[in-house]
């Protein structure tokens, strides 16, 4: 809602009101640019970081470019892209990190779960700064793809840490409030001390799975809805069933009713 929106402006705009006004124009040019999309919350914190540094016009096409390219779908009212790439990251951490993804699913732990606020703020939020901004310069220069080799190593360099509880919270908590915020972007980016990743993919194969992904998810929902649909019909077609059958039952009692009176009326009265 709109409180909801003014109140986040503020947190990724800064104080004063000439910085949440400029912020708030170009969110407003961008729900009109893309009014599939609207206003999706983190939407602020990219806008917000991007003004630091850049005008209101190169913010607007910056912000534009992650939306629909960096992270397509992402921002749908029904975060389609979010449950894709979270899906796509998954396929990639059973390969990368076998034992870390079985004990998640051990856990009742999903990746959106996690990873959800790295990818809609591109890592602004749980990671340092500095570090978030070493990332986007590699995720522009790089593709999307670096987005998830990022969050390959996050979670790889975790792992021990993770491996360590079998509490769900305490597993958010140790990856959004503790280890990603130690992280610097040699840590994490190729050509640095980063640790080689095993699974490795480019931008074309992940265009791909982010398409075969999408219309799967796609395909999943309308199925979804497709069964709620039919089994709504014939929950209405057993109601009208049952209304049919108490209403002939209520006709069997009047004839009864009827068919009884006719009798005690057809019976010859006593002589006294």
């Known amino acids: 809602n709109e409180e909801e929106q003014e109140e986040e402006e503020e947190e990724a705009g800064g104080g004063s009101e000439q910085e949440r006004a400029s912020l708030r124009r170009v969110l407003l040019a961008l729900a009109v640019a893309h009014p599939d999309i609207g206003y999706t919350q983190s939407m602020n914190f990219l806008a917000g970081t991007s003004l630091i540094f850049l005008t209101e016009e190169e913010t607007f096409h910056l912000v534009s470019y992650i939306i629909t390219v960096v992270l397509p779908d992402t921002f749908r009212p029904d975060l389609l892209g979010t449950f894709v790439d979270a899906d796509i990251l998954s396929q990639l951490l059973k390969l990368e990190c076998p034992d870390l993804a079985a004990h998640f699913a051990s856990v009742g732990i999903e990746l959106p779960m996690i990873t959800s606020k790295w990818f809609m703020t591109l890592f602004l939020l ?4 500095e570090t ?3 990332l986007w310069d590699a995720i522009f220069a790089n593709g999307p793809v670096v987005i998830f080799q990022v969050a390959l190593r996050v979670l790889k360099l975790a792992e021990a840490t993770l491996l360590d509880t079998d509490d769900p919270f305490a597993i958010i908590v140790r990856l959004s409030e503790g280890t990603a915020r130690g992280y610097e972007a040699a840590d994490l980016l190729i050509g640095t001390r980063a640790p080689p990743l095993f ?9 791909i799975l982010r398409k075969v992904g999408r219309e799967r998810l796609q395909a999943k929902v309308a199925e979804g809805v497709a069964r709620r649909a039919a089994r709504a019909a014939q929950m209405e077609e057993e109601r009208a069933l049952r209304q049919s059958n108490d209403e002939d039952e209520d006709d069997d009692v009047v004839v009864g009713e009827v068919q009884g009176a006719a009798t005690v009326a057809a019976l010859p009265t006593s002589k006294t």
Do not use: E, K, R, S
Request: overall charge negative; aromatic content about 6%.
């Open 126 to 129: 749980n990671f340092p700064t």
């Open 132 to 134: 978030a901004l070493c």
């Open 199 to 207: 699974v490795t993919i480019d931008n074309g194969t992940l265009a």
